[in-house]
Each structure stands twice: as structure tokens, then as C-alpha cells.
């Protein structure tokens, strides 16, 4: 197989072995992996710069860390400490663990240190450039230059939560979803320890929450929830919530800040997400915790697998390889925590969020809250 040498421009017609759609971790992992393998694999992206349009917060678990060499320089100061509140703000729980359980990346130079990492791996990575559709196995792409027909063997879904592969290959597609958005801003300094601090309260966040991430070094300020039940809208919410958010009272804001915002599938893994001409990953696949949220580990360890499957299929030239890569096989795992996601969506005024921290103040539920909080599972590992 021939490495690539072209790294942002394509002609009017190419080949690869592996087109992989989205720059995100999930598209950037599966790439990198397959390159390395040997494999010529094409990343398009629409963004012209990986550093703009973040649409996560960043907040890596304790697992991830272990497991995958992520650039320390480009993670925040490890957290410890989470404060949970009720709507009226008073009389809050403190969980406070005996090892770092987060940090939070600089999600822009994060991501360009990881395309960086793939394009020295092989990859060839074509930013500016947007996927749209496909004849058999041509995929056409609307770039900087013009359209492009590439004809490639296998095509990789990391394009996010509403995902066009996942549509054009006639996989299943997230319907469970919640929207969030968010302020984020350099601080110039702060005496407090790292913290977490997580509001239960159904008018700023219906079905989830509203956060402040306060490492020391930079601020995250955002809500999320179920857009229907947003009164005000998501925007308005946030400035509402942005105003008294608690861990900000020291905090001095500057006007710029960074917003962000997006989609977030809370429905599980999809079922059906491979078949024989291709497969998704990250939020794609619904790769995303039902209950916290939290994409990021879901999506390294989906991302790891796919990539083993596409090697495998490559390498034996057997499309139906790809059969392997079950999602009802993965979804049993999320029983449990698809059972609270259902749970917490019925939590739809502020007076049974209130009426909830009566437990949550009990040694009983300090300790349910740190197992979700600090435990140590982390995506469910697949059979290979």
C-alpha cells in the first residue's frame, strides 16, 4: 500500500483504502491507527482550522488518562473535587476524591498536536472540505478546489452526532439527544482548588445539568438539556445561569469568551453501526455516556476497535468482517445507566431536584454519587 504525500489539497478524482470523515478525537484515533498499519487513509474535515468550532468541554476521566498517551501539555491541572448543588444553591454535597479524576484539555491545540501525530503517521488530512453523499464506493466531497469523487474501500463516520454517513449507509441514527452550550475563558488567577461544580436544577437544565469546571487555568460555564424544554432558550439560559453561576464569585471575567455548543447523543449505542461498506465512531455511534454525558473516553475506545476491525477486513479483503463491530452487542452495557438517563429526564421541576439532594446529603447517596462520579469503569471493552 502507497503512503500518502498529499496533505491538504485533493485532485478531481482520488483513491484511498479508508475515507474518514470528521477531524474530531474519534476520526483523528481511528486514522492515525490505520496509518500506522500501513493503510492509505484520507481525513476531510469542513473546518478550515481544527483549533475553531470546539464543540466539547474536554473533560478527560481518570481511565482515559491511564490508558491513552493524550499530550500533558495540553491538559489542565488534575481535579479532585466536585460540589453538587440544588436549585436554591444552598447546603451543597462536596465529593472530594483521593485521586486526580479529571482534566480538562485545550481542546484547540489539542487537537492539533493529534492531526499533527497523524499526519506523521501517514495520514493525509484535507481541512476545508465537506462530505456530500455517495454512488457505491464513490464518495463525493465539496472542497476549497471544487468537488472531488473519491473512490475508497471502507468510509469511517466521526461527523458528530447527526451524522450524513451514518444516513448515506443506511445506519441507525441518534434521536436521544440534548443540546448544551457553553463560555470558556482564561482566568488570571485563582487561589481555589480545581473544581467541578454541578447544578441539579430543572429551569436551567432540564433532563441534565449546568456546570462550572474551574482548574485554575481556564473557566467553563455552560448548561445543558432537552431543547424543547428550554422556556427562555438555550442561549438566554446561559447568560441567566452564566450571572450567579456558583465558583464564580472571585472570578474576574473578561468580555471575549469562547462559545461553544453542539448536539449531544444520550440515547446509548446505536445498534447498527457498521455494515459492509464502512462504519461509525465518537458521537456517530451514540458513543457517549447516557447518564454523565461524557464522550470523550467512549469515543478513544470505540475509535481503537473500528480501527482493528477496518485492519482486519483490509488486510484479509473481506467487507464482511465489519460484521463484528455490533453496537447491540456494546448497548448491554449501558443498562444501567440508560435506566438513570430515564430517570433524571423526570426530573422536571426544581422542587424534585430539591426533594432528590435529601438522599443525595445521606451516606447512602454521597456514596452512589461517588461511584458515578469517580468510579472506575469506563467504556465497555469489545470482544475482539
Known amino acids: 500500500m502507497t503512503k500518502p504525500t498529499d496533505t491538504d489539497r485533493l485532485?478531481?478524482?482520488?483513491?484511498?483504502?479508508?475515507?474518514?470523515?470528521?477531524?474530531?478525537?474519534?476520526g483523528l484515533h481511528t486514522a492515525t491507527f490505520l496509518a500506522r498499519q500501513g493503510h492509505d487513509v484520507l481525513l476531510i474535515d469542513r473546518r478550515n482550522s481544527l483549533a475553531a468550532a470546539v464543540r466539547t468541554t474536554g473533560i478527560f476521566v481518570r481511565k482515559t488518562l491511564d490508558d491513552f498517551p493524550l499530550p500533558p501539555e495540553h491538559l489542565g491541572p488534575p481535579i479532585r473535587r466536585v460540589v453538587l448543588y440544588p436549585p436554591d444553591l444552598r447546603r451543597p454535597v462536596t465529593l472530594v476524591s483521593g485521586r486526580d479524576e479529571f482534566r480538562v484539555g485545550d481542546m484547540g491545540p489539542l487537537y492539533t498536536a493529534t492531526a499533527a501525530t497523524a499526519t506523521a503517521a501517514g495520514v493525509r488530512i484535507?481541512?476545508?472540505?465537506?462530505?456530500?453523499?455517495?454512488?457505491?464506493?464513490?464518495?463525493?466531497?465539496?472542497?476549497?478546489?471544487?468537488?472531488?469523487?473519491?473512490?475508497?474501500r471502507f468510509v469511517v463516520g466521526a461527523d458528530g452526532a447527526r451524522s450524513s454517513v451514518a444516513r448515506d449507509l443506511a445506519l441507525d441514527r441518534n434521536r436521544h439527544l440534548l443540546v448544551g452550550a457553553e463560555e470558556v475563558f482564561e482566568l488570571a488567577g485563582h487561589d481555589e482548588p480545581p473544581t467541578f461544580h454541578c447544578v441539579l436544577d430543572p429551569s436551567l437544565a432540564p433532563g441534565y445539568l449546568a456546570w462550572v469546571v474551574n482548574d485554575g487555568q481556564h473557566a467553563h460555564v455552560g448548561v445543558a438539556g432537552y431543547a424543547d424544554r428550554f422556556p427562555g432558550g438555550l442561549r438566554r439560559t446561559l447568560q441567566r445561569f452564566s450571572a450567579s453561576a456558583p465558583g464564580m464569585t472571585a472570578v474576574n471575567r473578561p468580555e471575549a469568551v469562547e462559545r461553544r455548543g453542539g448536539p449531544i447523543p444520550v440515547g446509548g449505542v446505536l445498534r447498527r453501526i457498521g455494515c459492509p461498506d464502512g462504519l461509525l465512531v465518537g458521537d456517530a455511534a451514540g458513543a457517549v455516556s447516557p447518564l454523565t454525558a461524557g464522550g470523550l473516553d467512549p469515543?478513544?475506545?470505540?475509535?481503537?476497535?473500528?480501527?482493528?476491525?477496518?485492519?482486519?477486513?483490509?488486510?484479509?479483503?473481506?467487507p464482511t468482517a465489519l460484521s463484528a463491530y455490533d453496537g447491540a452487542a456494546l448497548r448491554a452495557a449501558f443498562r444501567g445507566r440508560l435506566t438513570l438517563r430515564r430517570g433524571l429526564a423526570q426530573v422536571r421541576t426544581p422542587t424534585m431536584a430539591q426533594a432528590a439532594f435529601t438522599l443525595l446529603r445521606t451516606p447512602v447517596g454521597r456514596a452512589a454519587a461517588s461511584r458515578v462520579l469517580f468510579g472506575d469503569k469506563s467504556f465497555p471493552t469489545p470482544a475482539r
Request: with cysteine.
Open 11 to 26: 485532485g478531481s478524482t482520488a483513491r484511498t483504502d479508508v475515507l474518514v470523515v470528521g477531524a474530531g478525537l474519534a
Open 299 to 318: 469515543c478513544l475506545r470505540l475509535s481503537e476497535f473500528a480501527a482493528e476491525i477496518l485492519d482486519h477486513a483490509l488486510r484479509t479483503g473481506r
Open 126 to 152: 484535507v481541512l476545508g472540505t465537506r462530505y456530500a453523499g455517495r454512488q457505491g464506493d464513490t464518495f463525493h466531497l465539496l472542497g476549497r478546489d471544487g468537488p472531488t469523487a473519491v473512490r475508497a
